[in-house]
């Protein structure tokens, strides 16, 4: 399959993820948390299948590089202000994931600026897809006990913990690889 291939089913797959985000809002915000909670639970399985299927069909892209996480992006973060908003999760919490992001992108656009080539230079972490999951887990968790009133015990409180502690480690370990980056490109 050609690189620059745009219309392969994981970039189809990721623009879906893209377009659910608004919808969510507008479920979310109208109170429609069933409807907001399914979207996104379908999104993040999109995240989940796009890249699957780039590898096994050999269907990687430049486009869908650079749109991936961009919609895992705007999915989480949208997510996050949501339920701070509502007060079902910390508001430092939000804060923290929020920021680890725009830190990252930040970083991202100042190393680009450089003229480091980050596309190449800068690949996905196990860390940072870790926690990409566990932050999927923790918005269908908190939406699904928030809709059902259910009783988790100490389980979001873990979630929490955990996903705080993932998303401080893949910002410390990105922010980590940036100056490495940028140290190279001051020596270079």
């Not at 079902?88 to 680009?112: E, H, K, Q, T, Y």
């Not at 566990?134 to 809709?147: C, E, N, P, S, Y």
Request: proline fraction near 3%; include cysteine.
């Amino acid at each position: 399959m050609p690189r620059d291939a745009i219309w392969t089913v994981p970039n189809i797959l990721t623009i879906v993820r893209i377009l659910l985000t608004p919808l969510f809002v507008v479920a979310y915000v109208g109170e429609n948390f069933n409807l907001a909670w399914m979207l996104f639970l379908v999104a993040g399985l999109t995240d989940a299948f796009d890249g699957f299927l780039a590898r096994v069909w050999d269907q990687r892209t430049q486009l869908g590089a650079v749109l991936d996480p961009l919609a895992d992006k705007a999915l989480l973060v949208t997510s996050f202000i949501c339920l701070a908003a509502k007060g079902w999760i910390p508001f430092w919490f939000a804060v923290l994931v929020v920021s680890r992001d725009l830190i990252i992108v930040g970083g991202l656009a100042v190393l680009n600026f450089l003229g480091v080539d980050v596309k190449n230079r800068i690949r996905p972490i196990w860390i940072s897809k870790f926690n990409t999951a566990v932050q999927i887990v923790l918005v269908v968790a908190v939406m699904i006990h928030r809709t059902f009133a259910l009783d988790y015990g100490y389980l979001l409180g873990t979630l929490v913990a955990i996903t705080a502690v993932s998303t401080s480690l893949s910002g410390i370990a990105y922010v980590r690889r940036g100056f490495e980056l940028f140290s190279e490109q001051a020596e270079g």
